[in-house]
C-alpha cells in the first residue's frame, strides 16, 4: 500500500491548458508539501499545509494553487500553463512534531 | 534565508576508491537528511541525522553530522557501480507550525568500471 501516491504520474499538455495533479498519503501525517524539481534536478518546497491550512506558499506565480480537501490529500492546480512550468512536481507528508519525510513517486509534468 | 551548499555537484569515481560529499548549511539546524535518487525515480532516504556528532553506516556508505561546524559530510567507501545515483543533503528547519526541507543541490555519483 502505498504510502504518499500521486497522479498522474507523467502528465502533457500544451501551453495555456489547466491541469490538476492530486497527491494522497495513508501515514496519518499532519503536514503535506508540493515540491518542485527543475531540469538541473533542483528541488524548491512550493507549498506547504498543516492541518488543511497553508502554512507555506513560497515565491510561486499565483497560477499555482494548492488545495488541501483534509489532512490526507493535497491537489495542486495549475492554470495557463507556461513552457517554464515543465518540472517534475514532488508531493511529500510529514508529522510536524517528528523528524522524516516521505515522498510521492513524483508527477512529470511537460509543457509544450 | 537558509543556504544549503552541497559539492561537488558531479562525481566520477572508479570501483573501489574511496571519496567523500560536503555539504554546509548557513542557519543552525540539528536535522539533516541525505537522499538517494535513480534517474527518473522518487527520492530515497538514505539518513537521517538528528544530533552533532550523529554518525550513521549502512553498507559502503557513511553520513555525519557536525552541528557547530553546520557541516554534514557522507563517505563513499570502495564505490561499487550500483552506487551510481544522484545524492541530496536537506536541512530540515521548524518554525511553529511552518516546517520544510531545504535542498542542496545534489551531487550526481558516476561510478566506473
Known amino acids: 500500500d502505498t504510502a504518499v501516491s500521486q497522479t498522474p504520474k507523467y502528465l502533457v499538455t500544451q501551453m495555456g491548458n489547466d491541469k490538476s495533479i492530486k497527491c494522497e498519503q495513508n501515514l496519518g501525517h499532519d503536514t503535506m508539501y508540493w515540491y518542485k524539481q527543475d531540469s538541473k534536478k533542483f528541488l524548491k518546497i512550493m507549498f506547504s499545509y498543516n492541518n488543511k491550512e497553508l502554512i507555506i506558499n513560497e515565491t510561486v506565480p499565483n497560477r499555482f494553487s494548492p488545495k488541501s480537501p483534509d489532512k490526507a490529500h493535497l491537489n495542486l492546480h495549475i492554470n495557463s500553463l507556461e513552457l517554464g512550468d515543465s518540472a517534475v512536481y514532488f508531493c511529500?507528508?510529514?508529522?510536524?512534531?517528528?523528524?522524516?519525510?516521505?515522498f510521492g513517486s513524483g508527477t512529470r509534468l511537460t509543457v509544450v | 534565508e537558509l543556504k544549503v551548499e552541497q559539492n561537488p555537484l558531479f562525481l566520477s569515481m572508479q570501483e573501489g576508491k574511496n571519496y567523500t560529499i560536503y555539504c554546509n548549511y548557513s542557519?543552525?539546524?540539528?536535522?539533516l537528511y541525505w537522499y538517494r535518487q535513480d534517474p527518473g525515480k522518487s527520492l530515497e532516504s538514505l539518513f537521517v541525522l538528528l544530533s552533532n556528532g550523529a554518525v550513521k553506516q549502512e553498507g559502503r556508505l557513511m553520513a555525519s553530522l557536525d552541528t557547530k561546524a553546520r557541516l554534514s559530510t557522507l563517505h563513499i567507501t570502495a564505490a561499487v557501480h550500483d552506487l551510481s545515483a544522484t545524492y541530496f543533503c536537506a536541512v530540515d528547519l521548524s518554525s511553529g507550525s511552518a516546517r520544510q526541507l531545504t535542498f542542496g543541490s545534489g551531487t550526481q555519483l558516476t561510478v566506473l568500471p
Open positions: 542557519t543552525t539546524s540539528d536535522r
Open positions: 511529500a507528508s510529514s508529522q510536524l512534531a517528528g523528524y522524516g519525510y516521505t
